[in-house]
């Protein structure tokens, strides 16, 4: 908690203490991994091609109980959702110089898992409401070399999976769903992860759930499973031992995720939906607590679908506030407000994006492909103007709040919407 900042009207902050940090371990998940350290066993994989190539007893059930309650007919977890990403494009086949168009507002792992492949990232604008990626700058940037669309349910909000679909349908494109930050969205009816060739989540230490580190892929293609299974567990290996001779140009990694952990998923299962109801919670009393004040829009929800707050978004408008984000969020903060963000990742204006592989870089590795891919300022305007000006974020996966903590983040909201001419 920052103390540093004087508050509004004398200097006394609305929230004077820290709030809870997110936890959803209990003893449950304890004694779980306390049994698989009794058995010694901590991890049950080998990279050959034998009855242990699919990992230990956690991992398979772990695995199992997944595909059960996502509906889907695969699920491979792996050590990491990056993992998982990289996992996904290998196992999509493409070759170098293939361009796959994502969005910027997604975590880097999502577009550093296709530059891992020698593929090209292609960056779509987003949409200004739902922050996910925009099908209609998507279908601008196709061209015959473009061979995906990996979308990105971003803070809990679905992907328009209609339009995205056709698109897919319509140039012959694999969908690929990055939904790190979306368990248990759903889109008509069904979770999100799943809706094109293959998906997954993260289950890293700020999730609704989470095992420390670690993913699960999902995907209802038995041949897609297969090479995600052999990139797990180093398809090179398995090939030159055993019998999964149609792999044979695969190569793999050690993405294999542990019995602990797996020992620990199972568990933190069986309470996400408590998790993520705690979390829609919120956002309903942040809702109606903040619904009055101007010049602040409050998150919308995609027809059809619903939304799993991994962060709960808000747009300012600094016209009509006549004041600018940043004065409006140190003044928030000083009120005692903790997890507040006023940018997301806008991802093509990193420096690695800027310099290193920019068009015109020494470094830049597809000119190799003839291609002249610009990730300068001002091709996702939408993305950069909330960037720059008006995205305003309260991470509220970062902690267990409870009803009184919001009530006092509303207030803090309302002393500095009422005190707003003297911020
Ligand atoms: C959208 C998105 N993609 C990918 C990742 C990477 O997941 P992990 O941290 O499990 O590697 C994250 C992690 O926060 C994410 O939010």
Redesign the pocket.
């Known amino acids: 908690m920052k103390k540093n900042i004087l508050a509004l009207n004398g200097g006394k902050p609305i929230i004077n203490y820290s709030f809870k940090i997110s936890n959803s371990i209990d003893r449950k998940d304890i004694n779980s991994v306390v049994k698989v350290m009794k058995t010694g066993v901590l991890s049950g994989f080998v990279a050959s091609d034998n009855e242990f190539f699919r990992g230990g007893n956690e991992v398979r059930k772990f695995e199992n109980l997944w595909s059960k309650y996502f509906k889907v007919k695969f699920s491979v977890s792996v050590n990491?959702?990056?993992?998982g990403?990289i996992a996904c494009i290998g196992a999509l086949d493409f070759e170098p110089g293939d361009e796959i168009i994502t969005t910027p507002w997604?975590?880097c792992?999502?577009a550093t898992a296709i530059i891992h492949w020698n593929c090209i990232p292609v960056f779509a604008d987003i949409e200004p409401d739902t922050f996910c990626i925009d099908p209609i700058s998507v279908e601008k940037r196709i061209t015959k070399k473009t061979k995906a669309i990996l979308a990105?349910d971003?803070f809990g909000q679905s992907c328009d999976y209609i339009r995205l679909m056709k698109l897919a349908k319509k140039y012959n494109l694999k969908l690929i769903c990055?939904s790190?930050?979306s368990i248990l969205t759903t889109f008509k009816g069904r979770y999100v992860g799943g809706l094109g060739d293959i998906g997954g989540y993260?289950?890293?230490y700020?999730k609704h759930i989470n095992t420390g580190?670690?993913?699960v892929i999902v995907t209802n293609n038995k041949n897609y499973a297969k090479k995600l299974y052999a990139i797990r567990n180093h398809a090179e290996a398995i090939v030159a031992k055993g019998t999964k001779k149609e792999l044979t140009n695969m190569i793999g990694y050690n993405f294999r995720m542990g019995e602990i952990e797996a020992a620990i998923g199972i568990q933190q299962l069986k309470k996400v939906k408590k998790r993520v109801k705690l979390k829609q919670n919120i956002a309903k009393q942040l809702n109606i607590g903040l619904k009055n004040l101007k010049g602040l829009k409050l998150p919308k929800v995609r027809k059809h679908s619903t939304h799993s707050y991994y962060l709960y978004p808000m747009i300012l408008n600094p016209k009509i506030l006549g004041v600018s984000r940043k004065k409006i969020f140190k003044a928030l903060e000083a009120e005692g407000i903790q997890g507040l963000t006023e940018k997301y990742i806008t991802l093509h204006l990193y420096p690695m994006y800027q310099k290193k592989i920019a068009y015109g870089s020494k470094n830049f590795p597809w000119s190799y492909f003839g291609k002249k891919i610009s990730y300068k300022k001002g091709i996702c305007p939408v993305a950069e103007n909330l960037q720059d000006k008006t995205f305003l974020g309260l991470q509220i996966q970062l902690f267990d709040l409870n009803k009184k903590d919001v009530d006092r983040i509303i207030k803090a909201f309302k002393k500095v919407w009422q005190n707003i001419d003297d911020i």
């Not at 990491?80 to 993992?83: A, I, K, Q």
Request: aromatic share 4%.
């Open positions: 990491s959702w990056t993992s990403l997604t975590m792992a999502t990105v971003i990055d790190a930050q993260s289950l890293n700020h580190e670690g993913g």
